[in-house]
């Protein structure tokens, strides 16, 4: 989870989803922050590799950035891996293309970029 209040932290979020109709006993826990860079938030898993995240750096009036981040066990580490440039500020949801895992979508205010990765940065190491 990004935080705005801590700009350069993002928080890792456990969620245990409800087991009751009524849906009052799920949980939602915060663990542990890692430094990521400015304004880190909007954050995706990458589709085949569940300790991978991809994450924007809300970054303005600069271009932001798109960042990617290896977790360790638990995500109680955190080590960013790559960044590039979005090519405009205020980057937002950085989904990552299932089938290939070459490409990441990104919004930015108020145009749609589709940013090529290189395999390498998309490809678990």
Known sequence: MGSYSSPESAHVVYFTPPTTAEGTDGKLVV???HK???SASWFAQHPKHADVVYGVLEKEPED????QVRLGQDAKEA?????RSTLG??????PCDPAS??????LTFPLLFLLFFQRSLCRRR
């Open 31 to 33: 663990g542990p922050s």
């Open 89 to 94: 500020a205020a980057p937002y949801v950085p």
């Open 101 to 106: 895992s070459r490409w990441l979508a990104v």
């Open 64 to 67: 932001g950035e798109i960042v």
């Open 79 to 83: 080590k960013v891996e790559g960044t």
């Open 36 to 38: 990521l860079g400015q």
